[in-house]
């Protein structure tokens, strides 16, 4: 699975943006996706997962309120709507798919997309 995310840049607090992640390949072999971010200094941290048909949500706590992830089955792609923006979202922001594919688990990261929150 190949994964091509897309949508971040520069926003000032209280704005909105709205990351994708697109996946191409053996796409009917994806269970879960989710969105990760990270900051210099910082671990990975998860954002935000979906699964299956979009049955099961989490987000972090730092998410909850203000982002929204959904998924396109038909269009292969992840989204995460992220509204009230604050600095501290600032970050490099990753999208994770996980499946089995011929029985083995695998775990799949896009390119990082950049978000600043900035005035």
């Known amino acids: 699975v190949q994964l091509a995310v897309s949508g971040g840049g520069l926003v000032q607090p209280g704005g909105s943006l709205r990351l994708s992640c697109a996946a191409s390949g053996s796409t009917s072999s994806i269970n879960a996706m989710g969105w990760y971010r990270q900051v210099p200094g910082k671990q990975r941290e998860l954002v935000a997962s979906?699964?299956?048909?979009?049955?099961?949500?989490n987000y972090a706590d730092s998410a909850k309120g203000r982002f929204t992830i959904s998924r396109d089955n038909a269009k292969s792609t992840m989204y995460l709507q992220m509204n009230s923006l604050k600095p501290e979202d600032t970050a490099v922001y990753y999208c994770?798919?996980?499946?089995?594919?011929?029985?083995?688990?695998?775990?799949?990261w896009g390119q990082g997309t950049q978000v600043t929150v900035s005035s």
């Open positions: 994770n798919v996980e499946g089995y594919y011929m029985g083995s688990y695998y775990s799949a």
């Open positions: 979906i699964t299956g048909g979009g049955g099961n949500i």
